[in-house]
């Protein structure tokens, strides 16, 4: 099969589809691989290490979209690359289809068949194509909320970890899957005083056996969500619905009573933000102040670290990227179960139900596609 890797144009994304040791095994399993000049640069590897794998490196978008049976992305595909997507192509990437009307019906209009790493499943129903980027958002989540409490960043100006007779900051955390689990992993590093809320009783207990107390646990009911949002220096939005729009958890009116200068980020942006006062944000304008609180709402956090994502996510996928190489798309997906949970768009129908319905599409059932796909 041939394999594209355009370089990505999100701005200030810097992380690739395939790193090179993800596309020397390929090509040593027969394949080929076709890169975008500079594709790597972003994580420090230069066309020369791709080359040295294997790869044919390409000037243009383009010429990588025009040759690619299979195009392995890291995020959704931008307007600028609506055109280069065609009927019978796959897109293997980040899709976030939710709340992103637009990129639904581009894919929907060009016939491509997409596939998202974000609804991928593994045995135990857990995701483990949004895990690690999940993993690197949750952790950063803490990082940039303790610099945006920085007084010259519009911040309240706290120490999240305090100091000898000042007390240290409350972070308040909304979901205790594997984003909020990681950012209270870094927020009582820092020494910060930290509240985890989920509606998974046994969630809470798993956090409190890992954390061996040092993390508060709190039934995320509407009287607890009031009052830890209000308490808090830094509160964390890390609740997922795979597939489906973040729900709304905090209001605009409950945002006006927390203090000001007090910050939130919200990490469930991708899907459309757990904050009614969310809208998407860049790395280059990270930030913007409303209710006087400091939102940082970046929809690719991950990105800012790039070569420590790029990696961490090229563990995950290829395992992906290579059965879909040996079988093509429809084998693939009929011997795998949960590969077959990322099919969200075929041939102009939506495949995924929770976006289907967020955006209004008739929703076909993936095995109903396959089954039509084996018969033709």
Known sequence: MRIGVPKEIKTHEYRVGLTPASVRELVHHGHEVVVETHAGDGIGCPDAAYRMVGAVVVDTAAEVFAAADLVVKVKEPQPAE???????QVLF????????????KALVDSGVTAIAYETVTDRLGRLPLLAPMSEVAGRMSIQVGAHCLEKEQGGIGVLLGGVPGVAPGNVAIIGGGVVGTNAARMA???GARVTVLDKSLARLAQLDEMFGGRVQTAYANLNA????????????????????AAPRL?????MTGMRRGSVVVDVAIDQ???FETSRPTTHAHPTYVEEGVVHYCVTNMPGAVARTSAFALNNATLPFVLALAHKGWVGALTGDPHLRAGLNVHRGQVTHAAVAHDRGFKYVDAEVVLTKEQGS
Do not use: K, S
């Open 225 to 244: 969500l009031e009052h830890y949002t209000l308490d808090a220096d830094l509160v964390v939005g890390a609740v997922l619905v795979p597939g489906a």
């Open 93 to 104: 990437t980040y899709l976030h289809l939710a709340p992103d009307a637009e990129q639904t």
């Open 272 to 274: 459309g933000g757990c």
């Open 82 to 88: 609506y055109a280069f997507l065609r009927a019978g």
């Open 250 to 254: 905090i209001t605009r009116e409950l």
């Open 188 to 190: 009582v590093g820092l």
